[in-house]
T-cell receptor, first 114, second 111 residues
Framework: EAGVVQSPRYKIIEKKQPVAFWCNPI?????LYWYRQNLGQGPELLIR????????DSQLPKDRFSAERLKGVDSTLKIQPAELGDSAVYLC????????????FGPGTRLTVL | SQQGEEDPQALSIQEGENATMNCSYK?????LQWYRQNSGRGLVHLIL?????REKHSGRLRVTLDTSKKSSSLLITASRAADTASYFC???????????FGAGTTVTVRA
């Protein structure tokens, strides 16, 4: 079974530039999560999708961050414009359904904003 | 904000020794999970313990949970070099299926 796929793995941009991350969850997983992990910290949830619906985006900074999950499969997370403080690893995870205990994580995208 | 807090922040042991790390949390939970993260990789689920359980084993892993003290421990027995990683506890404290992670314990196993 293929795991959660994320791309790119690394991204370096200058501040004020836009950036986008892509995630392909495990086939058949209805729930998709985007997390941000700062250096030396644990992941913090940004947004959770049930199929194509964002059911929890309370932690997403909506002034510059946006996300979509068209057709309830792949998802993209966008930052526009990026700020220095956005440098972090952005992790995507999926699970079969909400309430499923285990979340399966992708390798993450390491973003560096200069 | 992060609910869980791991202790110690870092741990260095010799191969073959046991490694113990602790997690404390603030609010009531449904379950507590432990994840491992190798350098530059995503997190891998290790074990889950529910609030009505006190101890759980999986291979060389042993997890305990004390809900009265709001704490959990993860024991790795007979450590190997491949156990070198960061270990995170995560709590699921409500019905919104949101996991709250601690800052992690970095374990280094010396050959």
């Amino acid at each position: 079974e293929a795991g959660v796929v994320q791309s790119p793995r690394y991204k370096i941009i200058e501040k004020k530039q836009p950036v986008a991350f892509w995630c392909n969850p495990i086939s058949g997983h209805n729930t998709l999560y985007w997390y941000r992990q700062n250096l030396g910290q644990g992941p913090e949830l940004l947004i959770r999708y049930e199929n194509e619906e964002a059911v929890d985006d309370s932690q997403l900074p909506k002034d510059r961050f946006s996300a979509e999950r068209l057709k309830g499969v792949d998802s993209t997370l966008k930052i526009q414009p990026a700020e220095l403080g956005d440098s972090a690893v952005y992790l995507c995870a999926s699970s079969p359904h909400s309430g499923t205990d285990t979340q399966y994580f992708g390798p993450g995208t390491r973003l560096t904003v200069l | 904000s992060q609910q869980g807090e791991e202790d110690p922040q870092a741990l260095s042991i010799q191969e073959g020794e046991n490694a113990t790390m602790n997690c404390s949390y603030k609010t009531s939970i449904n379950n507590l999970q432990w994840y491992r993260q190798n350098s530059g990789r995503g997190l891998v689920h290790l074990i889950l313990i529910r609030s009505n359980e006190r101890e759980k084993h999986s291979g060389r892993l042993r997890v305990t949970l004390d809900t009265s003290k709001k704490s959990s421990s993860l024991l790795i027995t007979a450590s190997r070099a491949a156990d070198t990683a960061s270990y995170f506890c995560a709590t699921d404290g409500s019905n919104d299926y949101k996991l709250s992670f601690g800052a992690g314990t970095t374990v280094t196993v010396r050959a």
